[in-house]
């Protein structure tokens, strides 16, 4: 069964204070890595696809990356708009679904 | 906005009682997705359709029942609710049927969501 496991649940920086935020993924064959923002009350907001491991992605103030293992959303120089809950997701094999992680919750103060 | 509508966007209702909530995918998307989302579970994959008909179910209570209908819009039903069913309900919509692969066109979008409240 596909397990997708988020960490920290919770992390709060500083605006201007640099962070990753880690996403663990056991899957018997990867058909991508998908990250989504979510605001408060709102609906999964897609950030980034990853298919392959050394892939790196940049939006902003946001870099995800990939690993065999593991993917990582690094966050530099924060600011308080940057604040949400960050979901990372896989498909599982026939594609029919997103699993998704616990998410990590991002506060950043001003 | 999405281009994906949900509504109702609040509810509240009785133990016992039978809801709908209904889903408008994004113009051209042929695929709709139903999760749940609670604070202790996390979004939770109910059941998704391609193009009318059932494509997958994840953890869907029998209680619970969806469909998609032949302009794609679907309906979740909700019947002898409970305490335990009030949670966020969100519909997401792809343009196929494949929520993985290396194509944008599997891209899940989601709408705003449906919060339900079961007192």
């Known amino acids: 069964e596909d397990q997708v496991t988020q960490s920290p649940e919770a992390l709060r920086l500083q605006e201007g204070e640099s962070s990753s935020l880690n996403c663990s993924y056991t899957?018997?064959?990867?058909?991508?890595l998908f990250w989504y923002r979510q605001d408060p009350g709102k609906g999964p907001e897609f950030l980034f696809t990853l298919y392959s491991a050394g892939e790196e992605k940049e939006k902003e103030r946001l870099k995800a990356t990939l690993t065999k293992k593991e993917s990582f959303l690094h966050i530099t120089a924060p600011k308080p708009e940057d604040s949400a809950t960050y979901l990372c997701?896989?498909?599982?094999?026939?594609?029919?679904?997103?699993?998704f992680g616990g998410g990590t919750r991002l506060m950043v103060k001003p | 906005d999405s281009g994906v509508t949900q509504t109702p966007k609040h509810l509240i209702t009785a133990t016992g009682q039978r809801v709908t909530l209904r889903c408008s995918p994004r113009s051209g998307d042929l695929s709709v997705y139903w999760y749940q989302q609670s604070l202790d579970q996390g979004l939770q994959f109910l059941i998704q359709?391609?193009?009318?008909?059932?494509?997958a179910k994840g953890n869907i209570l029998e209680r619970f029942s969806a469909q998609q209908f032949p302009d794609l819009h679907s309906e979740l039903n909700l019947s002898s609710l409970e305490l335990g069913d009030s949670a966020l309900y969100f519909c997401?919509?792809?343009?196929?049927?494949?929520?993985?692969?290396?194509?944008?066109?599997?891209?899940?979008?989601f709408g705003a969501g449906s919060r339900l409240t079961v007192l």
């Open positions: 359709y391609y193009n009318g008909e059932e494509r």
């Open positions: 997701a896989v498909p599982d094999n026939a594609g029919n679904m997103l699993t």
């Open positions: 899957v018997s064959g990867l058909r991508g």
């Open positions: 997401a919509s792809s343009v196929d049927g494949r929520a993985g692969g290396n194509s944008g066109a599997n891209v899940l979008t």
